[in-house]
């Protein structure tokens, strides 16, 4: 089982529609969550932090489930720009320093 | 700061021969980790660094690979023999570790092709 899981999609959605992925993870040594966005032969670059409160920015509202091991990301009024591959991205402490695991991704393609 | 910078951005080698990448990651960060990326498997961990001590390698596919990292500035990936099925992008990473919440900054990677 991989340590993080996500629907590789892709999601296929009109311009303004709400669109969410969700994300699962083993490990629940599990320190701190992200969700990384990557543009086609690019390289990730950071989204947003996920915090246990649950965040927004913007349309992007990331949410966390500690006890159910999950993350999701909801984007509301999708924009064409929005098309991407989404990375659930889960830091698990290990001693002194920290392993950053990335999943597969999901792909959202928004259309006009 | 330039970012995190890889070399070479494109590599085509023929089956057999020593592939070597490497990585000059931000000034002051102290983990460094390197990724494979295909369609089939996605954005794999490779191995990582902290304060240039290599910390876990078991994502290391097997013996014909091996990353030394002799500085706070440079860290290498080498493939000897390479094989086909090494043909992926390969990503370097740096972050500075503050109790785990830290951005990671990718390099451009380098797109591997062996043939």
């Known amino acids: 089982r991989k340590e993080v899981e996500q629907d590789p999609g892709p999601f296929n959605v009109p311009e303004g529609a709400t669109v969410a992925f969700n994300c699962t993870y083993s490990?629940?040594?599990?320190?701190?969550f992200f969700w990384y966005r990557q543009d086609c032969r690019k390289e990730p670059k950071l989204l947003m932090s996920?915090?246990?409160s649950g965040n927004e920015d913007g349309r992007f509202t990331a949410q966390l489930n500690r006890a159910s091991q999950y993350i999701s990301l909801l984007i509301r009024d999708s924009k064409l720009s929005d098309s991407a591959t989404y990375l659930c991205?889960?830091?698990?402490?290990?001693?002194?320093?920290?392993?950053?695991?990335f999943g597969s991704g999901t792909r959202l393609l928004v259309r006009p | 700061d330039a970012g995190v910078i890889q070399s070479p951005r494109h590599e085509v080698t023929e089956m057999g021969q020593e592939v070597t990448l490497r990585c000059k990651p931000i000034?002051?960060?102290?983990?460094l980790f390197w990724y494979r990326q295909t369609m089939m498997r996605g954005l794999e961990l490779l191995i990582y660094?902290?304060?240039?001590?290599?910390?876990?390698d078991s994502g290391m596919p097997e013996d014909r690979f091996s990353a030394k990292m002799p500085n706070a500035s440079f860290s290498t990936l080498k493939i000897q023999p390479s094989e086909p099925r090494d043909s992926a992008v390969y990503f370097c990473?740096?972050?500075?570790?503050?109790?785990?919440?830290?951005?990671?900054?990718f390099g451009q990677g380098t797109r591997l092709t062996v043939v």
């Open positions: 490990n629940s040594a599990s320190q701190s």
């Open positions: 991205v889960v830091n698990i402490r290990m001693d002194s320093s920290y392993k950053l695991i």
């Open positions: 000034s002051g960060h102290n983990s």
């Open positions: 990473a740096s972050t500075h570790t503050i109790r785990g919440n830290t951005e990671a900054f």
């Open positions: 996920v915090y246990s």
């Open positions: 660094f902290n304060n240039n001590v290599p910390i876990d």
